[in-house]
């Protein structure tokens, strides 16, 4: 199969267009299979088969991560995983992005709260455990300087950088209080995304992208 599959690869040279289309509708019918080979193939010396090769990468990878989304959107909510999905989304930009690495980049930061939470006496305190390493130790924050820079949208590089958008920043949070058993959600409001300590008892409300801010109803509207 290797063997037929790099004849077809290497025919991505010619400039014949039916034998061109022929060669790419069957690398994206094997595109699994294909992707390794066409990654060896990006630094083939034929500029022509390196050109063609590296756009059909960047296609099958596209094409990947959308059915990966798609199987993870389709999910009901008790088994979603908003750390799997930010992932997927993140190897848009980073292929090799290790779901591994951004775990325990937030493991670390979890870790680091659990002391602090331990001592908490409300849900205001434990918030506020949550804040104080997020914001004054880490200083995470909103990027106001360059909102529209794509790199506030992937978790690999939100974690890195400290420094996201509305939507990023909450997840970051939503997914610490998933690690420290705190009831942490989303909650998208026109034209910004905020972060709610969640019970049937309590509603608190807070902003990420402004170091953790905590809002009223009233704030919110």
Not at 14 to 34: F, G, N, Q, T, Y
Not at 135 to 152: A, E, H, M, V
Request: proline share 7%; charged share 25%.
């Amino acid at each position: 199969m290797n063997k037929e599959l790099m004849a077809l690869i290497s025919l991505l040279g010619d400039d014949d267009p039916k034998i061109l289309s022929m060669v790419w509708a069957h690398l994206l019918k094997v595109s699994d299979k294909a992707l390794p080979l066409l990654e060896a193939a990006s630094e083939d010396p034929d500029p022509k088969i390196r050109i063609r090769a590296r756009y059909a990468v960047a296609r099958i990878r596209l094409d990947l991560l959308e059915q990966q989304f798609q199987t993870l959107a389709l999910q009901d909510d008790p088994v979603f995983s908003l750390e799997e999905a930010l992932c997927v989304m993140a190897r848009i930009e980073y292929p090799r992005i290790r779901p591994s690495q951004v775990a325990r980049k937030l493991d670390m930061i979890a870790e680091a709260i659990q002391p602090a939470l331990l001592e908490a006496q409300s849900p205001r305190e434990e918030i506020l455990a949550i804040n104080t390493q997020l914001f004054d130790k880490l200083n995470f924050t909103g990027n106001t300087s360059d909102y529209y820079d794509p790199d506030n949208n992937f978790i690999n590089m939100v974690l890195k950088r400290r420094t996201g958008i509305p939507i990023s920043l909450s997840a970051i949070y939503i997914l610490i209080g998933e690690r420290l058993n705190l009831p942490i959600r989303g909650v998208g409001l026109p034209g910004h995304f905020l972060a709610k300590y969640d019970t049937p008892q309590m509603e608190i409300y807070l902003d990420p992208f402004n170091r953790g801010r905590l809002l009223t109803k009233r704030d919110c509207a």
